[in-house]
């Protein structure tokens, strides 16, 4: 059974893309009832804050995404620190003293020469003495990892095929800072091992740290789990947008976006598959097939959201929706504004048209004469509004436009809206007969 994870670093909301990665390993774990963990990846101390870890959950939480358990990585540090010493004892990390400035020097020769600016490995040539130099001058080393250059690395991507990367043409990654702190490539690799994750699903931005973590994992002594890299999310005209980095949550709510609409979209943006709005999470699991995710970014498309949204919003039973609906509002209140509504929060202005007060328009005085007509002849029946209209149709001659637009402005105070067959039994008698005595000059 899978157990799969998504581990956020708490700098900062989570937005599109990060949904997205949450919601496929989600699925992963779920289709296959295995577990899914929240990882909170916290090393960095100075970037990490406590609210966006709050915001994460509640995030989650909100799009009904749950996790099985929840761990953070700040308080995990014996287990990094343990593997370090392993590593280091084994030969695979060691010290380097090169400052930023000087790291950056490297790296523009190399560039300036038209090479790849890999790491030279300068520190692993230093000679003892040169090493207690340093030391004795007081420089703090910082760690790298040591690649093995003999070993091609290789994996089956779930979403990429076969993947191959020769060590040589990568750096070694520098692991921990002078001052102790960890960078995110060893706690990842110590975690997804003691976690016991069986399936890495993540974003192609870390092709290159899958290789090293690869050799990490090997180096522990632990087998890697199976990798799969997705596509990138990029807007409707088909680059990175900045706009995607900031699209979170809060303005979907704000927006009114349903979180099935979100869930709806993200299952299956960039897949074979066609989006639809499917509403049962069931029916996305069912379906959710990684050899169906394509190479091709992945276009986000507000209005994709939008249309999905409508046609989840027009398909809400009422009792998933009743505690969010304006009081007094029953089922047949739902049933006459839902399909006249984008978003649930445009139930409040259609259902004012029930509940008043309403804004009549200046009638002419012939349509004064017909209103007038009209609330003499309401009666009230299991159809009130066929009963008024077959009443009126017979009595004036009038049909069409000129028979019903005068009623529903009268009765509604508006051109258009909802099924007044359904609208008027809601409005109730007395005040439908009020407000048609008050459009005909009463
Ligand atoms: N904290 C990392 C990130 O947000 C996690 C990447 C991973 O899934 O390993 O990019």
């Known amino acids: 059974m899978p157990t799969t994870r998504f581990a956020p670093s708490p700098t900062g909301r989570l937005h599109v893309g990060n949904i997205r990665t949450a919601l496929h390993n989600w699925m992963l774990a779920r289709k296959a009832r295995g ?29 009904g995404i749950e996790a099985d358990q929840e761990y953070r990585q700040s308080l995990r540090k014996d287990l990094y620190e343990a593997a370090f010493q392993a590593l280091r004892v084994g030969g695979r990390i060691y010290p380097a003293y090169e400052t930023s400035q000087e790291l950056e020097i490297k790296r523009k020769i190399l560039l300036s020469r038209g090479l790849p600016p890999i790491y030279d490995r300068g520190a692993l040539n230093l000679t003892e003495e040169q090493r207690a130099a340093k030391e004795a001058e007081g420089v703090a080393p910082h760690w790298r990892f040591k690649l093995d250059h003999d070993e091609p690395i290789a994996w089956e991507d779930g979403v990429r095929g076969t993947v191959k990367f020769d060590p ?20 990842s690799t110590v975690d997804d091992v003691d976690m016991g994750v069986t399936q890495v699903l993540r974003g192609e931005d870390h092709v290159s740290n899958t290789a090293v973590q690869i050799q990490m994992f090997t180096a522990m002594g632990a087998e890697p789990p199976a990798f799969a890299h997705e596509a990138l999310l990029v807007g409707k005209e088909g680059k990175l947008s900045k706009r995607l980095g900031s699209l979170g949550c809060d303005s979907f709510r704000q927006r009114g976006i349903e979180p099935e609409a979100i869930i709806a979209l993200l299952a299956r943006l960039g897949t074979s598959q066609p989006v639809e709005p499917i509403a049962d999470r069931a029916a996305l699991l069912e379906t959710f097939d990684l ?68 804004t009549q328009p200046e009638f002419s005085d012939e349509d004064r004469t017909y209103l007038a007509l009209a609330a003499a002849a309401l009666t009230w029946g299991d159809d009130p509004w066929g009963a008024l209209t077959t009443a009126l149709k017979e009595a004036t001659g009038r049909k069409g436009k000129a028979l019903f637009l005068p009623l529903r402005q009268a009765l509604t105070g508006m051109d258009h809206g909802p099924d007044m067959g359904e609208l008027l039994p809601l409005i109730g008698e007395d005040e439908a007969r009020a407000r048609l005595e008050q459009a005909g000059g009463r």
């Open 291 to 358: 050899s169906t995710f394509g190479r091709a970014p992945a276009k986000f498309d507000d209005a994709d959201l939008d249309r999905i949204n409508t046609a989840v919003v027009h398909a809400m039973p009422y009792d998933a929706v009743k505690h969010r609906l304006p009081k007094g509002m029953d089922k047949a209140g739902w049933h006459a504004v839902q399909p006249n509504i984008a978003t649930l929060s445009d139930v409040d202005e259609w259902w004012r048209l029930v509940t008043g007060p309403i």
């Open 168 to 187: 040589a043409q990568l750096s070694d990654p520098v692991i921990r800072r002078a001052d102790g702190s960890w960078l995110y490539m060893l706690p």
């Open 35 to 63: 577990t899914f963990f929240l990882r909170i990846d916290d090393t960095d101390a100075e970037r990490s804050r406590e609210e966006y870890v709050e915001a994460i959950r509640a995030d989650l939480a909100w799009l």
